[in-house]
């Protein structure tokens, strides 16, 4: 079975440092989508950066990059200038055929 | 930003009534998903669909039913709420094999 895991339940950073948030998946097919998205308390899940497994480069998205080593099955999510905004609960998620598998999340607090 | 929609936003009901949830995207995406949520939790996949008259059952099981008769228009129904189904809703739609655009989620409370 396609699993993702995050094995980080909770993490907390202070303002303008920088956190890793870990994924690992097991996926059977050849071509495949990875995404993190974000769910800040109480508001809309929205995707924050998506890689495509047959592109070798890591995807960068503003302050949100990713370090995706595919033969480790390993995608994490590198957050550089933490702002109190990026507090939210953060989902790994990877492609099966047309839906999508997620991990168990990781809840990100930014303290000032 | 994705222009999916979800209503009521916030639902409480007795025990019995019969509910829909409301779920409506103006993007033309053939492929539209129904997830349930407990707070802070992981989503889990209860109904998806790749297009008009397409409903196939997700990875946990649900008494909820859904129809698709218009692309945009993906609704779910619980014939008879119970406590069991308090949990958020959160609907999702796609075009090709890309990303996923997510709804604001329905906060359902059954007594």
């Known amino acids: 079975a396609q699993t993702v895991t995050q094995s980080q339940p909770e993490m907390s950073v202070q303002e303008a440092e920088t956190v890793t948030l870990s994924c690992t998946y097991d996926?059977?097919?050849?071509?495949?989508?990875l995404f993190w998205y974000k769910q800040p308390p109480s508001r809309q899940m929205i995707l924050v950066i998506r890689?495509?497994?047959?592109?070798?480069q890591n995807a960068t998205e503003n302050r949100f990059s990713v370090n995706f080593q595919k033969a480790a099955k390993s995608f994490s999510l590198k957050i550089s200038d933490s702002q109190l905004g990026d507090t939210a609960m953060y989902f790994c998620?990877?492609?099966?055929?047309?839906?999508?598998?997620f991990g168990t999340g990781t809840r990100l607090q930014v303290f000032p | 930003e994705a222009d999916i929609y979800q209503t009521p936003r916030y639902l409480v009901i007795g025990t019995g009534k019969k509910i829909t949830l409301e779920c409506s995207q103006t993007m033309g995406h053939d492929k539209m998903y129904w997830y349930q949520q407990d707070p802070g939790m992981e989503l889990h996949l209860i109904h998806y669909?790749?297009?008009?008259?397409?409903?196939e059952k997700g990875d946990l099981s649900s008494e909820s039913t859904v129809s698709r008769i218009r692309t945009e228009h993906f609704p779910l129904t619980l014939e008879s709420a119970r406590p069991s189904h308090t949990s958020q809703y959160l609907c999702a739609s796609m075009t090709g094999r890309e990303t996923q655009y997510f709804g604001p989620g329905t906060r359902l409370l059954v007594l």
């Open positions: 669909s790749y297009g008009v008259n397409s409903t």
């Open positions: 998620a990877s492609t099966i055929t047309d839906k999508l598998i």
């Open positions: 996926t059977s097919e050849s071509n495949y989508y």
């Open positions: 890689q495509e497994a047959y592109k070798q």
